[in-house]
């Protein structure tokens, strides 16, 4: 698939660009509508958007462009098609070719961010919501995202997973090590989008073991909020240090970023990890 051009946006005017932050949208957005959209929402100080705490990081978001959405029964913006909004689980088989393609074009866009900022993986962030989420997630689980080393850090909004009931089971096995459980998921997530082991064992585990935030509105009428527990008890299993969040009020029935609350949670921990956030009290 010939995917559109992601939407870039530069750090700030005279600002030297030190990170990358790379997020992916949900389905039925856009690259340039979820960006603005993101933008729109302020931290509890008003009029302080995501760029303003990090005027030295650039964000990019790739963009889905369309394909068949079966329960719409209409071409539509999306990473991948599912049968039912009802059950994600159902006929997971129509997600495979988006996740297999999808995984491809952030490994490429990684990589070029990579290269830009001097061969330093840890100063690029991976992430994306709903459907995108998804997307990233499988990015990491495959090892296509660490194909040039560990990324800085994992942003799941509203997140939720393919075949997470694969993925629980084996990082559930009682008898396996977190290295194991980290190179066994990188198997089978790799056997189901049929594409050879990206990385090596002691490579995925050690890659695997980012720091991860996860936010989800409990009030989330779309995704339930059950699957950001599901994916923190799997990064958790192999070592992963997660930063789990719970919002109630969001827009758009509770399946959307809670601001100024959860903003101000995204903020506080990037800060945390990378000490970049402009003082808050800086004008």
């Not at 070719?97 to 491809?104: P, S, Y």
């Not at 919501?129 to 850090?153: D, E, H, P, V, Y």
């Not at 990064?235 to 009020?249: D, H, L, M, N, S």
Request: glycine share 8%.
């Amino acid at each position: 698939m010939t995917y559109p051009p992601p939407y870039v946006f530069e750090p700030a005017k005279g600002e030297t660009h030190t990170h990358t932050i790379i997020l992916l949208h949900g389905r039925s957005s856009t690259a340039e509508d979820f960006a603005r959209d993101l933008f729109s929402l302020n931290t509890s100080r008003i009029t302080r958007n995501l760029p303003f705490h990090f005027p030295t990081w650039k964000w990019v978001f790739p963009d889905a462009g369309t394909r068949w959405c079966t329960p719409f029964k209409e071409e539509r913006s999306a990473w991948f098609d599912t049968f039912s909004l009802d059950d994600l689980r159902e006929r997971q088989d129509l997600q495979v070719d988006g996740l297999r393609e999808g995984i491809r074009l952030v490994q490429k866009i990684i990589e070029e961010e990579v290269g830009i900022l001097g061969g330093n993986a840890e100063k690029v962030i991976l992430g994306g919501f709903s459907q995108g989420s998804a997307t990233a997630l499988w990015s990491l689980f495959t090892g296509a995202a660490m194909m040039k080393g560990n990324l800085g850090a994992f942003v799941g909004l509203s997140a939720w997973m393919p075949f997470a009931k694969e993925a629980k089971e084996v990082v559930e096995r009682p008898t396996s090590s977190s290295t194991m459980k980290a190179e066994n998921l990188g198997n089978v997530f790799a056997d189901i989008i049929g594409i050879v082991p990206l990385v090596s064992a002691r490579a995925m585990q050690t890659c695997l073991q980012i720091p991860v935030y996860l936010g989800h509105g409990t009030d989330d009428a779309l995704i339930s909020v059950k699957n950001c527990h599901e994916l923190s008890s799997i990064f958790a299993a192999i070592g992963a240090k997660t930063e789990t969040r719970e919002y109630v009020g969001a827009d758009r029935e509770g399946h959307w970023i809670k601001a100024p609350e959860q903003v101000d949670d995204i903020v506080g921990f990037l800060t945390r990890i990378f000490g970049e956030a402009r003082d808050k009290g800086a004008e």
